[in-house]
């Protein structure tokens, strides 16, 4: 049983064969792609929603459950989610699922986050052929379409990696599910509990993701705000 067993498909995968839609055929001069956004943030759900709509019809939804709901009923040609959708699936989870019951689809990462371990803690892997975009490296959302016709290029077989670019910062697999807890606002004990360790353990580990970040906990009158800002930035990514 999967996490999206609570989210009925109805005929999802029933009728959806590869014969025919696996293509990007244009047979018409005003052609519109279809692009289904998902972010759980209303604001930038509405601020890119309008700017793609220039481009693409464009609906937009707030959880997975909607998105599922979404894509029986508009068949987009693309979609684009965030990672962090608050509580139940996240947007590793839905586009592993369209990677499995829907490949013709686009699919697209947009995160604030330089790695998708730092958005997600289940350790969900992007599916390969998904574009990847960090939201503080954008311009403009002509670069969100750009990434859009890139997904469905059909010639695509290989994941688009987040761009390790210079100002990031490399932390490992185990600091970043340290810091996300702490962007989460967990204390110590409860960061303890989380990782199932020894509250000293847990200390020493957030020492050393602060260490990672270049966090001085001795200067700094809150490490913690400093570290979660960072996380937000999008320049912290996993090596």
């Known amino acids: 049983m999967t996490v999206f067993d609570s989210v ?111 958005a997600v803690g289940r350790g969900t892997p992007i599916p390969t052929g998904s574009v990847y975009l960090v939201k503080s490296d954008l311009r403009s959302a002509g670069e969100v379409y750009d990434a859009i016709l890139m997904a469905l290029d059909s010639s695509r077989e290989t994941e688009r990696p987040a761009v390790v670019s210079e100002g990031r910062i490399a932390v490992t697999e185990k600091q970043a599910a340290v810091l996300r807890l702490i962007s989460l606002g967990m204390s110590t004990s409860a960061i303890a509990n989380e990782l199932n360790v020894t509250e000293h353990a847990a200390e020493l580990a957030i020492e050393k993701a602060f260490d990672a970040l270049g966090v001085n906990a001795d200067e700094l009158v809150n490490p913690w705000i400093a570290a979660a800002m960072l996380m937000r930035s999008g320049r912290v990514y996993v090596k």
């Open 8 to 118: 009925r498909l109805g005929d999802f995968a029933a009728a959806d064969s590869l014969s025919g839609r696996g293509h990007l055929q244009v047979v018409e001069d005003d052609f519109r792609l279809r692009v289904l956004l998902v972010d759980d943030d209303e604001f930038a759900r509405s601020v890119l929603g309008d700017a793609l709509s220039a481009s693409a019809e464009v609906v937009t939804v707030s959880s997975v459950a909607q998105a599922l709901q979404e894509i029986d009923s508009f068949d987009p040609h693309a979609v684009v989610t965030d990672l962090d959708l608050g509580p139940g699936p996240d947007g590793a989870e839905l586009l592993l699922l369209l990677a499995e019951r829907r490949p013709w689809i686009g699919r697209i990462v947009l995160s604030a986050h330089a790695s998708h371990i730092l």
